[in-house]
């Protein structure tokens, strides 16, 4: 059983234009809603590979039932913490040739509420095999979250995956997960080459670098898996290579296996048109064409 | 008791924001909600002016349940049909120096919905002095919805003001309202000139024109109405001058005032940040300052 933890969960809402008018009325063509929050994109690509997965993390206020009724109505297994706080919407202006994100703050978590969510991800983690700690960490909670929530897991027996930006990346290393998976800018905002980023607590380190790919250090070996071309929406993209890591992970694949489907899950996640889904058939289509170099 | 309808009302979502950056990520600073759609904009400038208004239209899902409790926190007196659709969310991108608005399509409503909706309006008219008429109709409700309306309303003895655009205006003349508002674009859209809309069926018309201010023509008259130059955000303005003519029609006020105030009253509307919204010092300080002119 993989868990992943999505303690700024969102409420994603697509507004499908073909073009934006600013300081000016637009009717929205098509609304699409879904479960937003980089944990949840997780959870959904890896119910969509037929792998078991429980959502958890913290919800609260209109926008959290909303996004429960979702992941209910998608027949994602979801245990959510409750708060009083409400949960933020992310709103996407999906017109032809760009993307904007528009990203509410998300609610202030009370120390009461984040002491219940520790209860509730322990008696979690006990079945788990993999645990995902993925996304920013709303108002409230610990700066070092991710490091607190990776000494549990590790605790109990469980490998850990973290994706995480700035300072809670930071602390998080010092929980010593198992793979850290940052972009080239949350590389770069640490300071750290990325080998130095196994030096600082990680096991693995696999880095996504876009339409460059992925640039691996293991401790089994380096490598640069890079896909063919693809253009799309990239939103969700290294979300769909942590459900890849997580799987390998899970199942112990080779680490050539491990950055293979990575790469090929991460490509067919830019085709799809919203974060957290991917055609199966493009996956598997892609696979093959993944160029995996060592260094 | 003045009634204000709103059959495609909606919950209004301000996000405070330095600068949106198409085909990127943005945070959102500030988060406002509101309930929106232009008749809840009319209720609430009424209620500020301490006017007895009741708001009644429809209202679906989360987003219905979020604007209820909105305007049950505003004290604002409220008899919303529900119906089983999602109402809409109308986002509005709020910069410095600009205001961009996307509005959400809005529920769609079952023939049965709106025969329970008839049937609750019957029976609130019969005590309301005015009814006010605004706004756009969502999905399945007839497009002679506003002829329908203020037919029941006459019947009941009830005042009319209509505030439509396109079809659901052209018809709802049909129903001999005693007041239409239209802006100029929407008079534009009827291909009539403003002397021609009394003709159409309605026994005054009151056309805002922004910062022109108004141009008014009654069985008592023909008048211009203007404001001194104001800058601001501009939404919601037609609706204060909206809530002043329902004002001066269930006391009924002179022409004159009728139009002072409504003038007063939007430009105060444009002074504040956001729809619905104005200062009553603003606004009296205002009042002496709309110069008007008979035709």
Redesign the interface.
């Known amino acids: 059983m993989i868990i992943t933890v999505t303690l700024n969960a969102a409420l994603d809402?697509t507004?499908g234009?073909t073009s934006?008018?600013?300081?000016?009325?637009?009717?929205?063509?098509r609304?699409l809603e879904r479960p937003g929050g980089k944990g949840l994109n997780v959870a959904r690509v890896l119910h969509t590979l037929g792998e078991p997965v429980l959502a958890c993390g913290l919800l609260g206020g209109?926008t959290g039932?909303?996004v429960r009724a979702q992941l209910t109505l998608a027949g994602i297994d979801a245990a959510f913490t409750p708060i009083e706080g409400e949960s933020r919407?992310t709103?996407v202006?999906a017109e032809p040739d760009?993307?904007?994100?528009?990203?509410?703050?998300g609610p202030r978590v009370t120390a009461d509420e984040w002491q219940s969510f520790l209860a509730d991800f322990h008696r979690l983690t006990a079945t788990a095999g993999v645990v995902v700690l993925s996304g920013s960490l709303p108002p409230g909670v610990p700066v070092n979250a991710y490091e607190t929530l990776a000494v549990a897991c590790r605790r109990a027996g469980a490998g850990v995956i973290l994706d995480a930006d700035g300072e809670p990346l930071r602390h998080g290393l010092a929980g010593r997960p198992d793979i850290v998976k940052p972009n080239a800018g949350e590389l770069f905002r640490l300071g750290l080459p990325a080998e130095a980023v196994r030096r600082a607590g990680a096991t693995a380190v696999v880095v996504s670098r876009g339409r460059d790919g992925l640039l691996a250090h293991t401790p089994h070996g380096s490598w640069t898996a890079t896909p063919p071309a693809i253009t799309g929406n990239p939103t969700g993209a290294g979300d769909a290579l942590v459900a890849a890591l997580a799987c390998g992970l899970a199942h112990d694949w080779s680490w050539p296996d491990r950055l293979r489907h990575g790469a090929a899950l991460s490509a067919a996640a830019v085709r799809a048109e919203v974060a957290g889904a991917f055609e199966p058939a493009t996956y598997r289509a892609l696979l093959p064409q993944i160029r995996l170099q060592p260094l």
């Open positions: 809402i507004y234009m934006v008018a600013m300081g000016d009325t637009n009717r929205v063509a609304v209109g039932e909303a919407r709103v202006l760009r993307t904007t994100l528009l990203n509410e703050p």
